[in-house]
């Protein structure tokens, strides 16, 4: 069980934290097995059986998550004559903090959240790994500060207010974007920052680590691909490091397949995990068999069908705690259930496409490069003459895109509504908010990056925080089941932030030089092969098996105020007599519809008693 935290700061002194009482009516109490409290701090923790808190006469300490440096840290206290008590990771921490203060930070190796509290000072110090792949919200109140590991803790139904901003967002991102929230005040530490609150003060962020690219304009492929190679036989190697079962995840495609190669060098027996659907293009099962047979390695394997989906979704939904309409997130919830019956903690691929150039779509510049050749009023011209046809005419879209600069039409890999199509199924519209502006600062710092980097460094810091390590993370908690990433560590990073793009975008393919590194590894049909991942049928769904429940969901939804449900119902018709492939922008507010009727309305999951709702799983 993934260790989680929940606790409030308060300003005055002996209040009787009625803010974290509420807090603690939304959550599975019962769960909480470890406590402190003093006049200015409550922390209640779950028990996963691992000793990743601390007390010492000065401080408390609070630890979600690994450190894989560990042992050098260990080594490193230990020439400072620091004597450890426990085989505590966070003691280890706090003996660290006590000598480097915030900067402590930048010596780990890992995934993580962790508190401090200085009962001395009365200061409270909070961390946040640098890819965010551990969870930490926090919410100001009048009377001070509360934090927790999900958000649905944080949640009181009588006060929330859903963010326009956000909404917004989301109907475009298909999450919301920005370590933002839908809901106003209910706020997530953004990845690589620390949060100090003071007493009676206001709460400080400070980043310590940034996720940018360096390039090195004179690495070579004959340079490159040991390194790369090094920095991931030794990843995983530190990821393996564990006194629990561990297995892996394997999807068919070379991230999950080089992971279990190098992964089963450490375990002769390992475990792997396989989910599909019974439909022809959605599923890697056979595939995954194949390249399980051939690493030696067992596979184990699920059918999801279409009746799972509808029962389960609604739990998936609250598990997420914010609206995600990533369809991935079904497998990913059946993968976690399945493998959670035989390991503590799987191994998985997030973070390849997004430092090693693995997405289709940075390929694009390329292939629009002559709209560079144009002039200005001719591309403007263009693009005028573009709107005019109607959508899915072939070559409308080539040529939208190929005359709107980049910073203006990329968002990541999901853009589900343009601001034409929100302001016409939005009752309130509101221009102020346009998608551009959640990635415009972002476009700033990579604006002397090649088009490619910096859609990179869009999906760094935007789809793999906002949407895959949301879901991955989300998912597995559910399950009570540790996700760990090797391609999403420092070291690997480190490699990986240097690499120009004509070594990860070559021959034709994506992610160049690191099936060049791994290609002793894998399969050969695996080497090259298409990108599928954990593909989801809900466009057949949408107009076969769930066409009903989403007609049902749309009419009987709370959501009036906010949409014109007639467009949203026009679209399923359309999408069911196969006019138009509309199932992305239906699932976005299908996803939403659920999500709003379970956080926003009075008689929703997260307004009803503590007994009925599951916040630490």
């Not at 509420?22 to 003093?38: P, Q, R």
């Not at 496409?353 to 403007?380: S, T, W």
């Not at 600069?405 to 853009?415: D, E, I």
């Not at 049909?525 to 990108?531: D, G, N, P, Y």
Request: net charge negative; with cysteine; aromatic share 12%.
């Amino acid at each position: 069980m993934a260790k989680k935290l929940y606790g409030q700061v308060d300003d005055a002194l002996d209040l009787s934290f009625e803010s974290y009482d509420k807090m603690a009516e939304n959550t599975a109490v019962d769960e909480i097995t470890d406590y402190f409290m003093d006049e200015h701090i409550k922390i209640g923790i779950t028990d996963d059986n691992q000793p990743n808190n601390f007390e010492s006469e000065q401080f408390v300490i609070v630890l979600d998550g690994n450190i894989y440096n560990i042992s050098s840290l260990k080594d490193y206290l230990e020439k400072k004559d620091v004597k450890l008590l426990t085989d505590s990771d966070a003691e280890v921490l706090l003996h660290l903090y006590t000598l480097e203060n915030e900067n402590m930070v930048r010596q780990l190796r890992g995934m993580f959240a962790i508190i401090i509290w200085d009962k001395l000072n009365q200061e409270l110090f909070a961390a946040r790994d640098s890819f965010g792949m551990k969870p930490f919200f926090y919410k100001e109140t009048e009377f001070g500060v509360l934090f927790a590991s999900t958000q649905q803790a944080l949640f009181n139904q009588n006060e929330e207010e859903l963010s326009t901003e956000a909404l917004h967002n989301y109907l475009t991102f298909q999450y919301v974007p920005n370590y933002k929230t839908a809901v106003k005040n209910i706020h997530q530490l953004k990845p690589g920052h620390i949060l100090i609150k003071k007493l009676n003060e206001k709460v400080i962020l400070q980043r310590y680590s940034h996720l940018d690219f360096q390039i090195d304009r004179n690495k070579t492929l004959e340079t490159a691909i040991p390194q790369v190679r090094y920095a991931l036989e030794e990843s995983v190697s530190e990821h393996m490091e564990s006194d629990k079962s561990i297995g892996a995840y394997l999807s068919g495609g070379i991230d999950s397949t080089s992971i279990v190669s190098l992964a089963k060098q450490h375990c002769a027996t390992l475990q792997t995990f396989t989910v599909g659907f019974q439909r022809e293009a959605y599923s890697e099962m056979e595939l995954a068999q194949e390249t399980a047979q051939e690493l030696g390695v067992t596979n184990i394997q699920k059918v999801i069908t279409p009746e799972e989906v509808v029962s389960e979704l609604p739990n998936i939904i609250w598990q997420l705690g914010d609206p995600v309409a990533d369809p991935a997130a079904i497998p990913n919830y059946f993968v976690a259930k399945e493998a959670s019956k035989y390991v503590d903690v799987v191994l998985s691929g997030e973070g390849a496409d997004e430092l090693f150039g693995g997405y289709n779509i940075y390929k694009e510049p390329q292939a629009l490069r002559i709209f560079d050749f144009l002039p200005r009023l001719l591309r403007k011209g263009l693009f005028n003459i573009s709107q005019l046809f109607p959508d899915g005419v072939k070559g409308k879209s080539y040529i939208e895109r190929g005359t709107t600069p980049l910073s203006q039409r990329y968002v990541g890999n999901a853009h589900i509504f343009n601001e034409k199509e929100k302001r016409t199924l939005l009752t309130h519209y509101n221009e102020k908010y346009p998608y551009s502006e959640a990635t415009k600062e972002l476009f700033y710092e990579v604006k002397d990056h090649d088009p490619s980097t910096q859609m990179q460094y869009i999906d760094l810091h935007t789809w793999l925080q906002g949407d895959i390590l949301t879901v991955a993370d989300r998912m597995t908690s559910a399950h009570s089941l540790e996700m760990r990433a090797p391609f999403l560590d420092k070291q690997v990073f480190d490699v990986a932030r240097t690499l120009p793009t004509h070594l990860k975008l070559q021959q034709g393919t994506t992610k160049y030089v690191l099936r060049k590194a791994v290609e002793d590894l894998v399969p050969s049909s695996v080497m090259f092969r298409r990108k599928l991942g954990f593909p989801v049928p809900i466009r057949d769904w949408l107009r076969n098996e769930l066409y009903e429940w989403a007609k049902y969901t749309i009419e009987h939804s709370s959501t009036g105020e906010l949409f014109h449900k007639q467009k949203i119902q026009a679209l399923l018709e359309d999408h069911a007599q196969q006019k138009l492939d509309h199932s992305r922008e239906l699932w976005t507010i299908l996803t939403f519809m659920i999500w709003y009727e379970m956080f926003m309305t009075p008689s929703g999951i997260a307004a009803k008693p503590k007994e009925e709702v599951i916040v630490f799983p």
